[in-house]
């Protein structure tokens, strides 16, 4: 269900891809994705090309929205480590949700995915990444399950 954490990134790197943005203000450190919402709507269009033969056999039925939403992630490590970076959203479904974003994830990470970011009504859901797949360079589609089925 969703969850609230404003722990700083302790494990922000020169390796991270993406620019850096250290607040220094009890905020965490986030890596930034600068998405132009004319590659956004593109990527998205080619995807939704691709993926309407592929729906079939999908236990919950996912939904998009017309306009880009931001996401805040973070993925976890086994050390008790972060990484804070933006996203852009793809789609939702009450098991999970579709991102994208500049870098590659690997299955199996813990991830915790908050959106609208830093507004009142933002709400956070963890989870794991199913899968992670090139779609332009520097640009991965990440799909990830909910730990708990959303509304529930």
């Excluded at 933006?86 to 500049?102: E, V």
């Amino acid at each position: 269900m969703a969850e609230n954490s404003t722990e700083p990134n302790t494990n922000t790197s020169a390796d991270d891809e993406g620019d850096v943005v250290r607040r220094g203000n009890g905020e965490p450190d986030v890596i930034e994705f600068d998405l132009p919402d004319s590659i956004y709507r593109n990527i998205l269009k080619e995807l939704e090309c691709t993926e309407a033969d592929s729906t079939d056999g999908r236990r919950h039925k996912r939904r998009t929205l017309s306009k880009p939403i931001p996401i805040l992630c973070r993925l976890l490590n086994h050390l008790g480590g972060s990484v804070w970076f933006h996203a852009r959203y793809h789609n939702i479904s009450d098991g999970g949700l579709g991102f994208l974003c500049g870098r590659l994830i690997e299955p199996g990470t813990e991830c915790v995915a908050t959106f609208p970011p830093h507004s009142p009504e933002a709400q956070s859901f963890p989870g794991k990444v199913r899968h992670c797949r090139q779609v332009r360079p520097g640009i991965y589609l990440v799909g990830m399950e909910f730990d708990t089925m959303a509304g529930h």
